[in-house]
């Protein structure tokens, strides 16, 4: 598996875009939100209505900034078509709950509902939600849909949990709560994720990335981070743990167990060779944490993967499974980061990472090939017991292919869609079998 800088650049924005924590370059022709391809009349008023509805989104980088797509098809489609889908316009990001589609816009600090036609597929707005009034600014994190009528989006660093109904578009409730500090600045991302929904409790995902410059560093506050929302209770709380410097944009969940394994980005492998700090006094770069079921992280749980590996970049956890985890990472065999800070992605375009299997319990470390073909792939979303992926390739250090794949058994993955410059973003089914 090897990947390039543009790729992972790509792919964080991907992943970040939820949050639409980065600002896309102003046009004042972007595209209307509200506006879509209107469908051909229906012949039949009595048709009947179709056996299943996907829901798919992507990107496609313009001069101007990252255009955001939609649409609605039988099954996820195998291909990209601009003719066929909806346009959302520049600082979007789409989810999906039920029988909907709601659009996060940025700019406009607004939640735009979409309804699906179930006899031809359009796609509908019907109802949109502002978030200007609570204070939100632009950046939002992954929604969590607890139920129709009840979901929550939160901004941390402005310390805002914001409950509303779905149903109706309306906020609910505005929670402040205390705002999240970073632990240095100039980071160029640092703030809440995805969620997690487990036992009455919204688990947050909390990342810190690396400076942009080199080279001092505070590790006073290092530490991995969540936020943990009781939703009865209507309380919040981060939770800490010292053992890590910070957590990934994603926790990795073993759908059987139920834990969710809270593991670094390369961002901690950079600091710990780049930075002039006392690493006897700071937490490991390198170590896989726990969270059970409530939130709290396990105390009998560490794994430290320096034990195990020659980790000279890490990767991303892809999945867990039966006590499991499949990562992959750089060895240092295989070639060392550059000497410059500012060179340092140059590792991703020389030098191909590793793919392993690690057992939680025996610690033992075997190869995982399946997942060879592809430069980067980030788990996206369980749909009734089988995982779904986002994957890209490049040719030439150039971003070219996205995929979205799903995972049939612990190690064979099925490609449902490719899309040759167009990055996928969102997947999931809405109704059928």
Known sequence: MKRTIKIFSVLLLCCLAFSSCNSDDDDNSEP?????????????????ELASGWLTGWNLTTPQGRVWYLRVDEAVPTTFDVTSSVELGFNQRPYSFGDNAYVWDSDARTFTKWEVDRTDLSL???GIMSLASTGFQSFAAWPTFISETQAFVTNLTEGLIIEWNPSDMTITEVFQVEPLLPFYENSRFFGDATS???NGKIIISIAQFAP???CEIDTSEMGATAGVFDIATKTFEYVKDTRLISGNIRYARDEGSGFLYVYPNDDQSWIAEYFDYDTSAAPSPHTILRLNGDGTFDPNFELDLDELLNIETFGEVVFAFDNKIVLFYWDSEDGELPESYEDRQDIFNDVSSRTVVVDLETREVSEFTALDKYDFISFFINIEGFNYYIAFSSVESAFDTSFIVRQDAVDTFTELGTYSGAAAAWVDKLWGD
Do not use: F
């Open 212 to 214: 942009d410059t080199c």
């Open 196 to 198: 997690y929904v487990g």
């Open 32 to 48: 209307d939100p509200m506006t879509q391809p209107d469908p051909d009349p229906d012949p039949d008023a009595d048709a009947d």
């Open 124 to 126: 509908t707005p019907v």
